[in-house]
């Protein structure tokens, strides 16, 4: 059964799929110091929309994958700054022109999976969270 | 599945080897192809209906520099051995064509800005692609090279001997710390020689070993630490000789982090050996202590192995932990190799008589390394000078590797042992 059917309807975005759990089964409660590569200083909304919302046709690449494609509707973090930094320095093209915000995580943001990679994690966030005001960008 | 790249007629299938950096999914990582074709792939750019990858044919040698962190990422992107790379965009949707095209080397700064010279890929490389919990995660890589190019090859036997020293170390002190593991084994990559373990709550044993080569490659003496800390020494000597023996580097790297938990050149192991070997005489390690009390037993163990046939629980009215037990215990006396197989003297104990079996058994403990331990701290010449009561002792103070309780357990067996042997020793 998916969780979305557990929560009310109105706590996870909608554009959430319903056939399949999201978040899985196996994420927690979202709680810790992140840190996330935002494009504004300071983080707006959009810093920290899922990647389907920012690529809403990647999830066909993991439709026959059904452990991978949970991961699309959530947003990706690091556990420390050195990761994200690092992250930057490998694709420059991608990530040069990002900022590393800092934040604090509470269960009330949404779940969370340590997924792909040492200290890469993925957060499905709730809706109306306003994680945004949560992130300060390091200098 | 699901480490395919991609797959084409001009590359054939290209299935994902090591992932070196994630983002959202792996984002640079080797590939290589059914006839060994390897490539480096990296992620170049992405828009809203695909990914932008390079495909960066690569040696070998180089991805072994590459992976070791001897070879930047931009000087794997920058300075590529063939002319023409590849440039994909593959789409998110299957149904869509990818594009494919062969771009010029050395016009690749043309089309991205690349990474500073200088940054590295962040950890070892990372075997397991899947989230399923059924593979296992590789958390530590030992690698194993040769320590000059003049020096004699490394071959599987070497290799295998000193894993085998350092899979003994290691178990020893997961005993010590509750909760640790012994290494499992999960898979290799290329390279030197590079093997992919896994070590579950490994925090306290990686720091220990982390402090005592430290100290190792500082030639400080690690006797006191080693005794501080209960250190399996006998192990320790035998991985430092094994590694000395054969011009090799050892290092432990961890996987969450880039740096080694253990660098040891053949040079440092070398320094230690004489020192360690007068020490480790001494002292016993827990896989030379028997736990076997029943001398029958073992002999009814080593005819049926003399024999071929197989070991039943039920007929020999053991567990099958105390089968191993049994044979562990035949392995110190010389029965049998370490892996099972009998030796001349367990085919002689086979088809001998009762008292012969003794009076051989008398010898072949005497000379064990417990045996002639005990004897050395013992002062005195044989085991029939031996006080039987010692053993406890004996155990406790020279077997750092054995908890109490485990050392007063397998007394037991010393004792017994020492008191039927006894009488049957003979002289020179």
Redesign the interface.
């Known amino acids: 059964m998916s969780n979305n059917s557990n929560n009310s309807q109105s706590e996870w975005p909608l554009f959430f799929p319903r056939n399949i759990d999201v978040p899985p089964s196996d994420a927690v409660n979202a709680e810790g110091i992140f840190f996330r590569l935002t494009i504004e200083s300071p983080p707006g909304t959009v810093c920290f929309q899922s990647t389907h919302e920012e690529q809403p046709t990647r999830y066909k690449k993991f439709l026959k994958d059904p452990q991978k494609l949970p991961n699309v509707y959530a947003t990706s973090f690091f556990d420390t700054y050195e990761a994200a930094k690092h992250i930057k320095s490998v694709f420059p093209y991608i990530f040069g022109d990002k900022y590393i915000a800092k934040g604090k995580v509470i269960p009330m943001i949404g779940k969370m999976k340590k997924t792909n990679g040492p200290h890469h994690y993925s957060i499905w966030i709730r809706n109306n969270t306003l994680i945004h005001a949560s992130f300060v960008v390091e200098i | 599945m ?1 480490n395919v790249f991609y797959e084409s007629p001009e590359y054939g299938l290209l299935t994902i080897d090591s ?1 070196y ?8 990582f080797s590939v290589s192809n059914e006839v060994g074709n390897i490539f480096v792939v990296y ?4 828009d ?2 695909s990914d932008t990858w390079f495909l960066i044919p690569i040696s070998r040698d180089k991805l072994y520099q590459f992976e070791m962190k001897q070879v930047c ?1 931009r000087d794997v992107l920058q300075y590529q051995e063939k002319k023409h790379f590849v440039k994909l965009v593959v789409p ?3 149904s869509e064509k990818t594009q494919f095209e062969f771009i010029l080397a050395n016009t690749i700064q043309n089309l ?5 010279q200088g ?1 590295y890929i ?2 070892s490389p ?1 075997t397991t692609l ?3 919990p059924a593979l296992v995660e590789a958390t530590h890589e030992i690698h194993i090279q040769k320590n000059s190019k003049n020096a004699q090859k490394l071959y599987l036997e070497t290799v295998s001997r000193i894993v085998e020293s350092f899979s003994e170390l290691y178990s020893s002190l997961a005993e010590l710390f509750e909760g640790g593991t012994g290494l499992e084994a999960v898979g290799g990559r290329r390279g030197s020689f590079i093997l992919s373990f896994n070590a579950k709550h490994s925090e306290l044993i990686d720091s220990t070993l982390s402090e005592l080569f430290c100290l190792i490659g500082e030639r400080e003496n690690v006797i006191p630490f080693i005794e501080k800390n209960n250190i399996n020494a006998p192990a320790l000597c035998e991985l430092l000789s094994r590694i000395a023996n054969s011009y090799s580097n050892f290092d432990l790297k961890q ?2 982090d880039s740096n080694s938990l253990i660098k040891i050149s053949s040079n440092d192991a070398k320094y230690y050996i004489k020192t360690l070997n007068n020490y480790v005489s001494t002292i016993v390690s827990s896989s030379q202590v028997p736990q076997a009390n029943d001398l029958k037993k073992l002999f009814e163990i080593v005819e049926k192995l003399s024999n071929g046939t197989d070991l039943i629980e039920s007929e020999l009215s053991l567990t099958r932990r105390q089968i191993k037990y049994y044979l562990h215990a035949a392995s110190t006396l010389g029965f049998t190799q370490s892996y099972g197989s009998i030796t001349s003297l367990g085919q002689e104990i086979a088809n001998a008589s009762y008292a012969t079996r003794i009076t051989i058994t008398a010898r072949a403990f005497q000379y064990s390394h417990c045996g002639w331990a005990w004897i050395k701290w013992s002062n005195v010449s044989n085991i029939t000078e031996l006080d039987a009561s010692t053993a406890t002792d004996f155990l406790i103070k020279n077997c750092s590797s054995l908890s109490e309780n485990t050392a007063k357990r397998r007394a037991t067996t010393l004792k017994k042992w020492c008191k039927t042997l006894s009488d049957a020793y003979t002289g020179v």
């Open positions: 699901n992932v950096e994630f983002y959202e999914e792996p984002r640079l992620w170049a750019s992405t809203e209906g990422i998110f949707d299957e991205i800005m690349l990474p500073l940054v962040s950890s990372h899947l989230e399923s996987n969450s």
